[in-house]
């Protein structure tokens, strides 16, 4: 009987936590919205309330303040995709199944919630101070992780040689327009496939040619041994920094 009630008292928990993150999102959502559309200063935690269909009263059960919510977006957008790339680095990956796996997180990530990242996008400077460097520290992490994942892919010989920032910076811009016209709500809307097709471009975009046509085999080889020289000129020339 006994473990009978634990478990009626575990279910109820896990029904707690699950309305409530089903309200938290929904006031993300709905804030990020208003935000957009009336400006941070200009909406009230009573407008918030009303789009979510709650009391004033009820909404403090959830949240304090406007610069709560605020935060609760950077935590989980940036700071979650430092989170998510982190932990595909732990794994033993190819750089070329990696970067397939961080464009592909990222890009659900992008598409589950696309007016909150629309949101950061646009609108970074409403951030409090110590939230906007949070932010800012979350995107620099991003971009640096996504360097390494190209130089390491250099270094195996699975991407061509280059500049790795930008490619890196190319890749993750590409991404954050997802923002901008991907809408979950149009019918057939498919993040999966969005995702799936952003991660072949990012690796078309840095994989070395497997087959190069034939009347440019030559150029092409002499091409690719004057890419990975510069590397290596790049690499040692930071070795001797150190």
């Known amino acids: 009987m006994l473990e009978r009630t634990s478990e009626q008292r575990e279910?109820?928990?896990?029904?707690?936590?699950?309305?409530?993150?089903?309200?938290e999102n929904?006031?993300?959502?709905?804030?990020?919205?208003?935000?957009a559309e009336r400006g941070f200063e200009g909406t009230t935690l009573a407008?918030?309330?009303?789009?979510?269909?709650?009391?004033?009263?009820s909404l403090y059960?959830?949240?304090?303040?406007?610069?709560?919510?605020?935060?609760?977006?950077?935590?989980?957008?940036?700071?979650?995709?430092?989170s998510d790339l982190a932990h595909l680095q732990a794994q033993d990956l190819r750089p070329s199944e990696r970067l397939s796996r961080a464009v592909q997180t990222l890009t659900l990530r992008i598409c589950?919630?696309?007016?909150?990242?629309?949101?950061?996008?646009?609108?970074?400077?409403?951030?409090?101070?110590?939230?906007?460097?949070?932010?800012r520290t979350a995107k620099r992490a991003i971009l640096t992780s996504f360097i390494d994942i190209i130089t390491r892919g250099v270094e195996?010989?699975?991407?061509?040689?280059?500049?790795?920032?930008?490619?890196?910076?190319?890749?993750?811009?590409?991404?954050?327009w997802v923002a901008w016209w991907f809408r979950p709500d149009t019918p057939g809307a498919d993040p999966a496939a969005v995702a799936e097709q952003f991660a072949r471009?990012?690796?078309?975009?840095?994989?070395?040619?497997?087959?190069?046509d034939r009347a440019t085999t030559s150029a092409a080889a002499l091409?690719?041994?004057?890419?990975?020289?510069?590397?290596?000129?790049?690499?040692?020339?930071?070795?001797?920094?150190?």
């Open 156 to 176: 195996a010989g699975e991407f061509w040689p280059g500049d790795e920032r930008m490619s890196a910076l190319s890749i993750i811009g590409s991404l954050n």
């Open 26 to 35: 929904e006031l993300l959502d709905r804030a990020a919205e208003l935000f």
């Open 201 to 212: 471009m990012a690796l078309r975009s840095v994989a070395r040619s497997q087959r190069p």
């Open 11 to 23: 279910r109820a928990v896990t029904g707690r936590t699950s309305r409530r993150q089903l309200v």
């Open 47 to 57: 407008d918030i309330a009303a789009a979510v269909g709650i009391t004033r009263p």
């Open 61 to 82: 059960n959830y949240i304090n303040s406007k610069d709560e919510l605020l935060g609760m977006l950077v935590s989980g957008l940036t700071e979650a995709g430092v």
């Open 223 to 242: 091409a690719e041994i004057r890419a990975d020289l510069e590397f290596l000129e790049r690499r040692m020339g930071a070795a001797d920094l150190l």
């Open 112 to 135: 589950a919630h696309p007016a909150r990242f629309r949101l950061l996008d646009r609108s970074e400077y409403i951030l409090p101070e110590p939230l906007k460097q949070r932010h």
